[in-house]
């Protein structure tokens, strides 16, 4: 089973704020879940954003 963190774990993670990991969820950019009233990302739903993040700066100049 997957890990699910908090959007502050996200955030603490990679050293940003709680509103910027929330807009990415708003745009859909990171899935996540509801768990009761609390909103949690699996880990695994985290590393394919970075995955695709670091994908797309390598892609850029590269014509």
């Known amino acids: 089973m997957d890990r699910l ?13 709680d509103s910027c990991v ?3 969820v708003a745009r859909g950019a ?3 879940i509801k ?6 990302i699996r880990e695994q739903d985290l590393e394919d954003l970075l995955r695709r993040s670091i994908g797309e700066r390598t892609k850029v100049g590269k014509g």
Do not use: N
């Open 5 to 17: 963190v908090s959007v502050r774990e996200v955030a603490h993670q990679l050293g940003c704020s």
């Open 22 to 24: 929330w807009k990415w």
């Open 30 to 32: 990171l899935p996540s």
């Open 35 to 40: 768990v009761g009233t609390l909103r949690r």
